[in-house]
């Protein structure tokens, strides 16, 4: 095989099988022969077809003559030869692995619908997808019905064969700038070769063997295991190295390590590190020497197959699956870099929880990550504190996306047995959970810093949520209510309004107003977080900022409180009365003498 062969092999964005002595290990209507006791006959008009003797047509209807069988006789055909006993070594695996990789496979038989139907079934092809002509019946005098007299395939039709149909049918169709054929005999070779054709054609050589068709072929395989080895294997690659991005990078390279059935990933996955001194040391350097990152992610061993780069171009470079988690402020300049350097073929996730505000109006992190990558963006959003997750306690994600086949890949790369993923076509209503619920988080914090119960923080819970699903409304009309009720969003909620970052700045800020040496959210972000980031107190400036020019603000009492608060403009108790204060020119005393 060339280089190029193997090139068109890995780019090949369809696959289209031939059925008979490719994807099964018999020719179909010889094993019905040979059912009915007619084997040898039928063989050797078969073996005349093969080697060009014998027109396809002429071939069929000699075989089809000396069949004249009825319909019992191939629902009893059927029943004797269920797929798993027909089907090629090892096709089953290469048909999924191709599926896997979003590679669209289909069938096209010589030998009827109803015979390739149940095999199409069980490699998981869909009907559609299969290229057939039925079976004619003929009315006799016979005591059990009809006779097979040929297929629907008629003089007239414009293709040979359904191989050329297929072939033919998906150039007309799909704009598919690879496509591959596999088969093994004559008909299919010139089904590859037609005018426009397939642009490699494989002869599979596992079941016969014939000269002229390995000849003419650019590959010819004997095991279908070595086609799927040759398959293109998708990197990973993580734009960021804080704590949830090295969390999220650990779970990733276990399972391309360990966890990959179906040996669909690289072991490898490359981790871009924005570069710092720590201990008077490169971080990337000790990342990659001693496998954790001491300054985000102390204690936790990342996976020995995880390559720190500060380069962010050679991080992204050959990946095929890109995870974006960094601070949402850093996302764009980021974009710009990697604009016009990204595979085209690659897709993105985003892990990272924020908004970008333009004077144009807000934009979704996914949203800027598609429209400067040019690639597809998905979400990973979920209750997901990352020290929880590090130490394998169960949690759970929700993939929001756009393109489904692209969410099952991300899912088989974060999925494992602590990690649980859901997806949901609602990129939106993720993301924006997992950007507002920073916000809540803050409320809940002022509660925790002014020592209220849990009947205090469930209602200002209760109320954030339904602000936040307000304003996913607003911007937003298609999210989907359901959406709130993933990980992304109640269960997200719950456990950063108990467990995370924002909560713990918030209670501090309101207890350093109870003393004598109140402290900024900028100065307790660098003394409680140690270069961690803070993501809620920038977020609530956005958020207010796209409330205030829509004269929204009213309508989001809480949002407006908490943001209120956080500026200094009202102290933290008001959070009891945001019902009040959230609503314009309402007359608090502000900073009175007891700033809390
Ligand atoms: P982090 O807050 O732990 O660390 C901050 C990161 O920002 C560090 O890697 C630092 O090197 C990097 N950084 C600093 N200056 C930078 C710059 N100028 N350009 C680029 N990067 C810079 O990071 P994290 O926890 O991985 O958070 C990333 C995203 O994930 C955020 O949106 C956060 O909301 C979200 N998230 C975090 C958690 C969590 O538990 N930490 C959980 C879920 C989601
Ligand atoms: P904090 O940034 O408040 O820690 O939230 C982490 C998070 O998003 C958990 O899902």
């Known amino acids: 095989m060339t280089e190029d062969t193997l090139s068109a092999w890995r780019r090949a964005q369809a696959v289209c099988f031939s059925f008979d002595n490719t994807v ?83 069938l ?115 095991d279908f295991h070595e086609m799927a080895r040759m398959l293109k294997k998708h990197k990973v690659a993580c734009i960021g190295s804080g704590a949830w991005a090295c969390a999220a990078v650990r779970i990733v390279a276990y399972n391309t390590l360990h966890n990959d059935p179906r040996d669909e990933f690289a072991k490898e996955v490359t981790m871009w590190v924005h570069e710092e001194e720590v201990n008077g040391r490169k971080l990337s350097e000790i990342i990659n020497e001693t496998h954790e990152n001491v300054k985000y992610l102390p204690g936790v061993k990342l996976g020995d197959n995880v390559v720190a780069t500060p380069d962010l171009l050679e991080a992204v470079s050959g990946a095929d699956i890109i995870m974006v988690c960094v601070p949402h402020q850093f996302v764009h300049g980021i974009c710009k870099q990697l604009q016009g350097h990204v595979s085209q073929d690659a897709i993105a996730v985003s892990l990272t929880k924020g908004m970008r505000v333009r004077p144009e109006g807000p934009q979704l992190i996914s949203e800027m990550v598609r429209n400067y990558l040019r690639i597809d963006c998905s979400v990973l959003m979920g209750a997901n504190i990352a020290q929880d997750i590090a130490s394998e306690q169960l949690s759970e994600a929700t993939i929001g996306y756009t393109i489904l086949a692209n969410a099952e890949v991300l899912k088989r790369v974060f999925e494992t047995h602590y990690f649980y993923v859901t997806m949901v076509p609602d990129v939106a209503a993720a993301e924006m959970c997992g950007t507002l619920k920073n916000i809540v988080a803050l409320s809940a914090g002022f509660v925790d810093g002014l020592a209220y119960g849990p009947n205090t923080k469930a209602a200002i819970m209760r109320e954030g949520l339904q602000e936040m699903r307000q304003f996913c409304k607003a911007l937003y009309p298609t999210v989907r209510d359901e959406t709130f009720f993933e990980s992304c969003g109640v269960a997200d909620l ?41 993501q809620g107190v920038l977020t609530s400036n956005e958020v207010q900022e796209v409330l205030r020019k829509r004269g929204w603000q009213d309508d989001y009492p809480l949002f407006t409180t908490t943001n209120r608060i956080v500026n200094g403009r009202l102290p933290p108790h008001a959070i009891t009365a945001y019902r009040d204060c959230g609503i314009d020119g309402f007359d608090y005393p502000e900073r009175a003498d007891n700033p809390t």
């Open 494 to 534: 719950i456990a950063t309004c108990y467990g995370g970052r924002n909560r713990k700045v918030a209670e501090a800020y309101v207890k350093a107003l109870m003393t004598d040496h109140p402290k900024t959210f900028d100065e307790l972000e660098a003394e409680l977080l140690h270069g961690q980031k803070l």
């Open 24 to 106: 099964t290990e018999n020719d179909t209507l010889d094993l019905l022969a040979q059912h009915l006791g007619l084997g040898p006959e039928a063989a050797q008009v078969a073996e005349q077809a093969a080697n060009g003797q014998l027109s396809t047509q002429d071939s069929l209807q000699r075989r089809l003559q000396l069949l004249n069988c009825s319909p019992q006789d191939i629902l009893g055909f059927l029943d004797q030869h269920p797929p798993a006993t027909r089907l090629a070594p090892g096709v089953e695996d290469l048909v999924a692995a191709l599926q896997a990789r979003g590679i669209v496979v289909y």
């Open 108 to 222: 096209a038989s010589a030998s009827s619908w109803e015979l390739t139907a149940p095999i199409a079934q069980a490699l998981n092809i869909p009907y559609a997808h299969v290229f057939a002509d039925g079976m004619a019946w003929q009315e006799t005098e016979a005591a059990d019905g009809p006779r097979l007299v040929g297929f629907t395939r008629h003089e007239a039709a414009s293709y040979a064969s359904p191989q050329a149909e297929a072939v033919g049918k998906l150039r007309d169709m799909f704009p598919y700038q690879t496509l591959a054929f596999v088969g093994s005999g004559t008909t299919d070779l010139e089904a590859a070769q037609l005018a426009h054709g397939a642009d490699i054609f494989i002869a599979y050589a596992g079941v016969v063997q014939h000269e002229a068709v390995v000849q003419g072929s650019d590959w010819s395989v004997r």
